[in-house]
């Protein structure tokens, strides 16, 4: 598919060894500084438009479309590597470009492929900034401020536990408004409010962008003997994330810490200490049979893990924002916009 430009953007094919990605650009004939943006599961590089856009002129702004989503090619996602597959693409496409040190801006997903390139590449990384990013832990299966993992299956993470009918609707382009269409998640899930929308038919252009299989979205599952049965396999994109593979903690102990702004919702659905793609806090809720409770399979505070490794690494500052969900630079652009330009002279 060839994705839809807002005017001022304009679309490049970067050749890797690794990969062919697509890049978003928002140029500048006198950058100073170029910052990056990562985008997120079940997303591509349209979300960042409006962002880019609204950057001050001295700035370079790109975009990068990780592998299986967007206009990136599509290649298989080797879970076992965690987040890296996605992380070393991205360097590949950095290298390309004879870019040096960045700052990177990382949303959900992104926000742990990030981290995965500042553990990886210390010395590439000018600043960090996080939009509602997946827990330094993982997402599912872990508890506790530490991360610790509740059992060696992972029980109830990873991509077994993908939305059957929600998967199918994507690979089938469903631009409709069902329970379990794009459309209707993005508006219960990514945003708090979804009255606005001026771009609404982008955002689902480039969720369903997203390339669907055991080898991209959502991934393969296991059995497990633990509750709800089900635990992860060894590949596709909801793998990546599951506590065996994942764990960016380790920031903690780099020598340069380049600044980190963490940015998130209020009312974030998604990554929260109460998360409705959570299954051990929907198991809480009854809303899937079964539960063992919480001495077995308590929530994860995904909020509060994130939280504790920052304070750990020192080197951060905390926004949150009421009456928002998933996605502050949507829902907060002026001020999220105003903490971006701030957090990067810091860098």
């Known amino acids: ?34 910052v990056v943006f990562i985008h997120g599961n079940v997303s591509s590089s349209l979300f960042w438009q409006p962002t880019m856009l609204a950057l001050d002129p001295g700035i370079r702004a790109l975009a990068i479309d990780l592998r299986g989503f967007g206009d990136s090619q599509t290649l298989p996602v080797d879970a076992t590597r ?32 990030v981290l995965q390139y500042l553990l990886d590449h210390p010395d590439r990384v000018l600043s960090l900034t996080l939009v509602s990013p997946v827990s330094p832990y993982g997402f599912g299966a872990t508890d506790g401020p530490d991360g610790h993992r509740l059992s060696d299956e992972d029980a109830g993470s990873g991509g077994g536990g993908g ?36 771009h609404e038919d982008l955002w689902v252009e ?3 962008s997203t390339k669907t299989g055991v080898d991209n979205y959502p991934g ?9 049965g089900f635990g992860p396999g060894t590949r596709g994109v909801l793998n990546t994330m599951v506590p065996r593979y994942f764990d960016v903690s380790s920031i903690v102990e780099l020598a340069d810490r380049p600044p980190i702004l963490w940015v998130h919702g209020a009312d974030d659905v998604i990554v929260s200490d109460t998360s409705l793609f959570d299954l051990n806090f929907l ?36 926004i949150i924002y009421d009456n928002c969900g998933h996605s502050a630079h949507l829902e907060h652009p002026v001020e999220f916009r105003a903490a971006l330009t701030a957090h990067l002279k810091e860098g």
């Open 82 to 113: 965690g987040v890296r597959d996605f992380s070393d693409d991205v360097a590949s496409v950095l290298a390309e470009l004879g870019l040096g040190a960045v700052n990177l801006v990382g949303w959900s997903m992104g926000g742990g492929v």
């Open 1 to 34: 598919m060839t994705s839809t430009l807002l005017e001022g953007i304009t679309a490049h094919t970067v050749v890797t060894p690794r990969l062919t990605a697509a890049v978003f650009e928002r140029p500048s004939a006198s950058a100073t500084r170029t």
């Open 283 to 318: 198991g809480q809720l009854g809303a899937v049979p079964g539960w063992p409770g919480a001495d077995v399979a308590p929530p994860q505070p995904m909020v509060t893990q994130t939280r504790a490794v920052l304070e750990r690494y020192g080197n951060y500052r905390e």
């Open 220 to 228: 393969d599952g296991s059995a497990t003997t633990a509750w709800p």
């Open 206 to 208: 480039s969720m369903l």
């Open 163 to 198: 939305n059957a009918d929600f998967v199918d609707r994507i690979a089938r382009g469903d631009t409709g408004d069902d329970p379990t269409s794009p459309r209707t998640i993005y508006r219960t899930t990514y945003v708090k409010d979804p009255s606005d929308t001026t």
